[in-house]
């Protein structure tokens, strides 16, 4: 089977073809995997490969080559395609040693961010090197040292000349990253952000999916959301429509296109939107999460009331949506609040999909694992699973 190219992922606008490029994560990868095996062969490398997780291989110029007998520091410059990234154009530059105790041992270092909030992907106090371009490095690496028979270990310091200047154009700072920007990337590639041609796939999807199946259909907005339909719902994640931020879309386009159910699964930090009746979930268009969340908390009131506005008001302080559930969690009151918020989503997606077409809404978060859902979306799911196995 041949390696995918990146224009087996083509996004067309205005009559021509957006050129899609590779994250941080994958330059990253690709700087590490250089600098290791440079280190271990005294060799002088001017490209390298790495398979990105969407299958693609990532085909990388090394540059700003550093190389003595103790070190080995490289970069690869990204290239996001055409997508309008603050990030495009930065060298990705990862350092190399050579440790006595063995493993590979991953850290940011000037221009990539550290942690200083909760719920984030990494921990607070670790550099902002998301989960899949840590395990990028780590892979690479690693299979470097067993080609070279290496012994002990590898420290690999991942810097960016700029990145703190840059980050200050991006959320970071408001997510609690501070002092540079975050490596990411679940998939390795960039897909150009054009909202025309994002929903037009979404529109080709969803009508592929119906005319495969028994018309019961499942959407989620990302990669998480078909890692928790895998993961924890037993579905398959080949067969579910990804709809990014366009939750009304989705819903119009199920209608059209004739969907006998439509079950929508979403972490939070995009379906607590859908209870103020946001169908854009995209923080361009609205976000209002803690402030929708400390709604409905002052609205379980009744409760506990002392509670429930200690809550509310903490609440409001929250940057991320794990941040605040825990503070729910921790008054005791997650449950009530979760109960409403799923009410008055269903309440308004079901104002968007009318009356002919069902539709549930469905939570979750890894942490906490199931949250919440509407009164149709057990039967939805069991609909979904059933077609599954058809």
């Excluded at 997510?175 to 929903?199: D, N, Q, R």
């Excluded at 859908?274 to 709604?295: F, K, P, Q, V, Y």
């Amino acid at each position: 089977m041949r390696n995918k190219s990146l224009k087996d992922f083509s996004i067309w606008k205005d009559n021509r073809q957006l050129r899609c490029g590779f994250t941080t994560g994958s330059c990253a990868a690709a700087a590490a995997k250089a600098a290791a095996r440079m280190l271990l062969t005294g060799e002088r490398l001017e490209r390298t490969t790495v398979m990105t997780p969407a299958g693609i291989l990532f085909e990388a110029e090394i540059r700003q080559i550093e190389q003595t007998a103790d070190r080995v520091s490289c970069a690869v410059k990204k290239d996001g395609g055409d997508d309008p990234d603050v990030t495009n154009g930065l060298d990705i530059i990862v350092q190399a040693e050579r440790t006595e105790e063995p493993g590979v041992f991953i850290d940011g270092g000037e221009g990539v961010g550290r942690v200083t909030r909760k719920g984030l992907d990494q921990p607070v106090g670790a550099a902002a090197i998301n989960r899949v371009p840590r395990r990028m490095i780590e892979e690479n690496v690693r299979a470097v040292m067993q080609e070279c028979r290496a012994e002990g270990g590898m420290r690999l310091t991942v810097s960016v000349p700029c990145g703190e200047a840059v980050a200050q154009k991006t959320f970071n700072p408001r997510l609690g990253i501070e002092g540079g920007i975050s490596i990411l990337g679940t998939s390795g590639i960039v897909v150009p952000m054009s909202e025309k041609a994002l929903i037009d796939t979404v529109r080709v999807d969803m009508r592929a999916r119906i005319a495969q199946g028994n018309g019961y259909v499942t959407a989620v907005p990302g990669n998480y959301g078909v890692r928790f339909c895998e993961e924890q719902l037993g579905l398959d994640g080949q067969q579910l429509v990804i709809c990014s931020n366009y939750i009304g879309e989705t819903i119009d386009a199920a209608l059209e296109f004739g969907a006998k159910g439509l079950l929508l699964v979403g972490h939070p930090g995009k379906f607590v939107k859908l209870a103020a009746g946001i169908m854009n979930t995209h923080s361009r268009e609205a976000d209002g999460r803690m402030e929708i969340l400390a709604a409905h908390t002052i609205r379980c009131a009744g409760l506990c009331p002392e509670d429930c506005l200690d809550a509310a008001r903490a609440i409001l302080d929250c940057v991320t949506t794990d941040e605040a559930l825990g503070l729910l969690k921790q008054y005791g009151i997650l449950g009530p609040v979760m109960h409403t918020l799923m009410e008055q989503a269903e309440f308004h997606v079901r104002r968007r999909a009318g009356e002919h077409l069902p539709i549930g809404v469905l939570m979750y978060s890894f942490e906490e694992g199931y949250l919440g859902g509407t009164t149709q979306a057990e039967e939805l799911l069991n609909k979904v699973k059933e077609n599954s196995r058809e």
